[in-house]
C-alpha cells in the first residue's frame, strides 16, 4: 500500500522556523519526484515545492522561493521541508505526494495520485 506520511506541522510565530517530514513507504522512492502541496482556509491546494532526489534538482514556488528548502533522505524514504521566516499566508495543512514541475508550475505527478494525510502549519501574526 502507498503511503505518504506528513508530520511537523504546528504553531508558530511570523518570522519562525518548522520543518516538515514525508515519510513515504509502498513504492519505489528512487523512481519519483516528491513535493510539497499546501491548502489554505477556502482555497485550493497548490504546489509548494518539489524535488527529483535522483538528480539532485528541486523547483520552489515563487511564494516560498529563498525562505523554503526541500531536501530528501533516499535511504530513509523521508522528504524534508525546512521553512523559514514563516509568514501568516503560509498558514495552510501541508499535504506531501508525487509531483512534476516544468517551467509552467507544479502539480500531483499522474503516475502516482496518492495524498497522504497532511499536517497543519499555522502562523500567528
Known amino acids: 500500500e502507498v503511503q505518504l506520511q506528513a508530520y511537523g506541522g504546528g504553531l508558530v510565530q511570523a518570522g519562525g522556523s518548522l520543518r516538515l517530514s514525508c515519510a513515504a513507504s509502498?513504492?519505489?522512492?528512487?523512481?519519483?519526484?516528491i513535493g510539497w502541496f499546501r491548502q489554505a482556509p477556502g482555497k485550493e491546494r497548490k504546489g509548494v515545492s518539489c524535488?527529483?532526489?535522483?538528480?539532485?534538482?528541486?523547483y520552489y514556488a515563487d511564494s516560498v522561493k529563498g525562505r523554503f528548502t526541500i531536501s530528501s533522505d533516499n535511504a530513509k524514504n523521508t522528504v524534508y521541508l525546512q521553512m523559514n521566516s514563516l509568514k501568516p499566508e503560509d498558514t495552510a495543512v501541508y499535504y506531501c505526494?508525487?509531483?512534476?514541475?516544468?517551467?509552467?508550475?507544479?502539480?500531483?505527478?499522474?503516475?502516482?495520485?496518492?495524498w497522504g494525510q497532511g499536517t497543519l502549519v499555522t502562523v500567528s501574526s
Open positions: 509502498g513504492f519505489t522512492f528512487d523512481d519519483y519526484a
Open positions: 524535488i527529483r532526489s535522483s538528480e539532485g534538482s528541486t
Open positions: 505526494a508525487a509531483c512534476q514541475y516544468s517551467d509552467y508550475g507544479m502539480a500531483m505527478s499522474p503516475h502516482l495520485d496518492v
